[in-house]
């Protein structure tokens, strides 16, 4: 079980990385096959993965944090979700220019389950929740780096990336619960788009005020 829940954490790190070159040889060789995957991949790769890894018994669910939760992790949820709701809707447009300009909010939502991909096997492979959520972490991070250096693109080494999994295993570890992990990272997904699209209009008059 543990060299499957390996294999399958190593294809969504590597997918990333090896998608341009994947991609240019699929695209002349199917190119209407291509275009209709294209939409695609943000779920193939956030959902897909992880699904076939539970799907197929490759990871305990309770590890993944589908079940077998604390029952006490909605209450302790609750107050915690408030509290990053709160600095969220106060500081929500400070918070906001963490994010590119262009996110959308359902599109980074999806890399949740991969994020728990990531946790669950390092929960499977060292037998500790902590120790394990940080190995999650850590395969995060070298998903998002391995990315940045294969699309060679500045703006790829957006910090928005590492910093949600780092907000997401702060979660998990406190909760065990994906589904609240999840929960409170799509509500503060939305708070900082409404933020982002709310700051627009002024700084669209600040710099039309600059303008000669």
Do not use: C
Not at 40 to 49: M, R, S
Not at 198 to 212: C, E, F, L, M
Request: cysteine-free.
């Amino acid at each position: 079980m543990i060299s499957e829940a390996l294999a399958w954490s190593a294809l969504a790190i590597l997918a990333p990385a090896l998608a341009p070159s994947v991609a240019r040889r699929f695209e002349t060789r199917w190119p209407r096959a291509f275009a209709f995957l294209v939409p695609l991949a943000p779920w193939l790769h956030g959902v897909a993965i992880a699904y076939l890894a539970l799907f197929l018994g490759s990871l305990p669910e309770h590890d993944f944090g589908l079940r077998g939760f604390p029952p006490l992790s909605w209450a302790y949820a609750l107050p915690i979700g408030a509290l990053g709701l709160a600095v969220a809707r106060w500081a929500g447009q400070y918070l906001a220019l963490f994010f590119e300009e262009d996110y959308d909010p359902w599109l980074r939502w999806l890399d949740e389950p991969r994020f728990a991909l990531y946790r669950a096997t390092g929960i499977l492979l060292l037998g500790s929740a902590p120790l394990g959520i940080a190995i999650g972490l850590a395969m995060a991070i070298a998903e998002w780096a391995l990315r940045a250096f294969a699309h060679q693109v500045p703006r790829r080494f957006h910090p928005e990336p590492p910093l949600r999994a780092l907000l997401s295993a702060t979660l998990f570890l406190l909760t065990r619960n994906f589904w609240a992990t999840a929960g409170m990272q799509l509500i503060l997904l939305l708070l900082l788009a409404r933020a982002r699209t709310a700051a627009r209009p002024s700084t669209a008059r600040s710099d039309a005020g600059r303008a000669p």
